[in-house]
């Protein structure tokens, strides 16, 4: 189970690289909520509001996952971002795509 959420984390870390979100945000569910702490915007409910998100403030740093546990449906990923600091990343999937994604911030945003 924690291979989905590696993959995802490798879709974002591309996205980062190369501007293009396509293959990142194709796993999001059609209905999707996106929750990103300290983003005034958040959340974002449905795949084409988190398109338009990344789109307006697409994200520079890229992350690492330090563990992952999965629970059924629901993965939890500890990650380090690549500016520094760390956080979590709680996903809960329907269907092989992300139904909810929180992410986490340890400190200040």
């Known amino acids: ?9 490798r879709l974002f870390n591309e996205g980062v690289r190369t501007g293009d979100w396509g293959a ?5 569910g059609d209905d999707a909520t996106l929750r ?6 958040s959340p ?7 398109a338009a998100a990344y789109a307006a403030a697409p994200p520079a740093d890229t992350l690492s996952v330090t563990s992952v546990e999965s629970d059924g449906d629901r993965d939890v990923a500890r990650v380090t971002w690549s500016a ?6 709680r996903v809960r999937w ?7 994604l929180t992410a986490e911030f340890d400190g200040p945003v």
Not at 84 to 89: A, N
Not at 94 to 100: K, L, M, N, V, Y
């Open 1 to 9: 189970m924690a291979e989905r959420v590696l993959d995802q984390c």
């Open 24 to 28: 990142y945000l194709d796993r999001f």
């Open 36 to 41: 990103i702490e300290g983003d005034p915007g």
């Open 44 to 50: 974002y409910v449905g795949r084409d509001a988190i």
């Open 84 to 89: 520094g600091g760390g956080g979590t990343l």
């Open 94 to 100: 329907s269907a092989g795509r992300i139904a909810e």
